[in-house]
């Protein structure tokens, strides 16, 4: 499958500040996704974006599907240390197909 | 709801042996599994798509005779590696889709092979 253009490859930042990272892709998907994975485990779904322009939040995190359809971002507002692992953004073409997914972003909290 | 759970969490095994991995929906009747390996510091990458009661569909350059796949129940799916060798050593990950909803990933089955 295709895989995903996902920055910055790691982020090492100090606890309450804000953290932002991207996804794009070469072709259109009808679904973003972002997951979070901690070590040893499988990811764990953070957010699901269904349609183009369309903003989720789910806490502290907030997601949007880029209005071309080819991007996406997901922002942590005042991180915490158990913010702590990687992120992944996934792309679906269609729903029930199989998930394209980036190269993670590693993020770091320091207390 | 939406548990996935993967049997064994680890295996280490010698080079030659089979090794199996059990990937199961407990609370969820699932029509699709889906099985992805994981190398350390990658992202996670797709092998095959296994439909219930149907053989499963591999990704370009995944060995179908090396990497067997049965769905035989909407709840349980397995990956059998076959004669393991040392670059077979993974993160193996499978995650499970009840009709056309969302995926939801198992914990992972880290396989070391000696």
């Known amino acids: 499958g295709q895989q995903l253009n996902q920055s910055p490859q790691s982020m090492f930042i100090q606890e309450g500040e804000d953290v932002s990272m991207n996804c794009t892709s070469s072709?259109?998907?009808?679904?973003w996704l972002w997951y979070k994975q901690e070590p040893g485990e499988g990811p764990v779904l953070l957010i699901a974006?269904?349609?183009?322009?369309e903003l989720t939040s789910n806490g502290r995190l907030t997601a949007q599907f880029g209005i071309t359809r080819k991007d996406s971002f997901l922002n942590i507002s005042a991180s915490i240390p158990s913010d702590v692992g990687i992120y992944f953004c996934?792309?679906?073409?269609?729903?029930?197909?199989?998930?394209?997914f980036g190269k993670g972003t590693s993020l770091l909290v320091t207390p | 709801g939406a548990v996935v759970s993967q049997h064994p969490s680890w295996v280490i095994c010698k080079s030659g042996t089979s090794v199996k991995i059990e990937c199961r929906s407990l609370?969820?009747?699932?029509?699709?599994m889906f099985w992805y390996r994981q190398f350390p510091k990658q992202s996670l990458m797709l092998m095959a798509t296994?439909?219930?009661?149907?053989?499963?569909?591999?990704e370009q350059g995944v060995e179908k005779d090396k990497f067997l796949i049965n769905h035989a129940s909407l709840t349980l799916s397995t990956l059998t590696v076959t004669s393991a060798h040392p670059e077979d050593s993974s993160f193996y990950i499978c995650?499970?889709?009840?009709?056309?909803?969302?995926?939801?990933f198992g914990p992972g089955t880290r396989l070391t092979v000696t």
């Open positions: 072709s259109i998907f009808n679904t």
């Open positions: 974006l269904y349609k183009a322009g």
């Open positions: 995650s499970a889709r009840a009709g056309v909803g969302e995926q939801y």
């Open positions: 996934a792309g679906q073409h269609n729903s029930g197909y199989a998930l394209n």
């Open positions: 296994s439909n219930e009661g149907s053989k499963a569909t591999y």
């Open positions: 609370d969820f009747q699932a029509t699709t």
